[in-house]
């Protein structure tokens, strides 16, 4: 993994919650940063590569737009993780997919339009080779913490 640079270190700080919602929101950063849209295209592309950014999106309640939200816990054989992790990776309600120490060392949060979806989401992921239990942690109320990191 190659350092951050002075610059990356301030992309990523803005774009931790001040990413504009508006037709290029790359070069608005970019004027902000007194750099051009390919420059913050380029470096974000290389930050994506080196592992240090997963994904770039928006925070909506999903709660008003009708989605119910979950926690899952997993037991997975740990040859498996990758692969597992991985097909997690492909459900485009699933978020928040770590590796944890413990006896469940794989958690996700998976957002779903209705539970007959969330049901057929959760079967198949126990079904994958290596998956060994389940726990579907459904919350009794909703917290939202917001946590950004400053870099320096």
């Known amino acids: 993994?190659?350092?951050?640079?002075?610059?990356?270190?301030?992309?990523l700080n803005l774009l931790q919650g001040n990413l504009p919602v508006c037709s290029h929101p790359f070069?608005?950063?970019?004027?902000?940063?007194?750099a051009d849209e390919q420059t913050v295209l380029t470096r974000l592309q290389h930050l994506k590569q080196e592992g240090y950014?997963?994904?770039?999106?928006?925070?909506?309640n999903s709660n008003k737009l009708g989605y119910k939200g979950t926690l899952v816990a997993?037991?997975?054989?740990?040859?498996?993780?990758?692969?597992?992790?991985?097909?997690?990776?492909?459900?485009?309600?699933?978020?928040h997919n770590y590796e944890r120490e413990g006896?469940?060392?794989?958690?996700?949060?998976?957002?779903?339009?209705?539970?007959?979806?969330?049901?057929e989401i959760l079967d198949e992921v126990e079904a994958l080779p290596g998956v060994e239990d389940l726990l579907n942690?459904?919350?009794?109320?909703?917290?939202?913490?917001n946590v950004q990191f400053k870099l320096h």
Do not use: C, H
């Open 27 to 34: 070069a608005v950063l970019a004027e902000q940063l007194g």
């Open 137 to 145: 942690l459904k919350a009794n109320k909703k917290y939202k913490i």
């Open 1 to 11: 993994m190659t350092e951050l640079t002075s610059f990356d270190k301030s992309l």
């Open 53 to 60: 950014l997963r994904r770039i999106g928006t925070f909506f």
């Open 74 to 95: 997993l037991r997975v054989d740990p040859a498996y993780m990758d692969s597992v992790a991985e097909a997690i990776n492909q459900y485009p309600g699933a978020t």
């Open 103 to 119: 006896r469940y060392n794989l958690w996700f949060t998976l957002l779903t339009p209705n539970l007959k979806t969330e049901k």
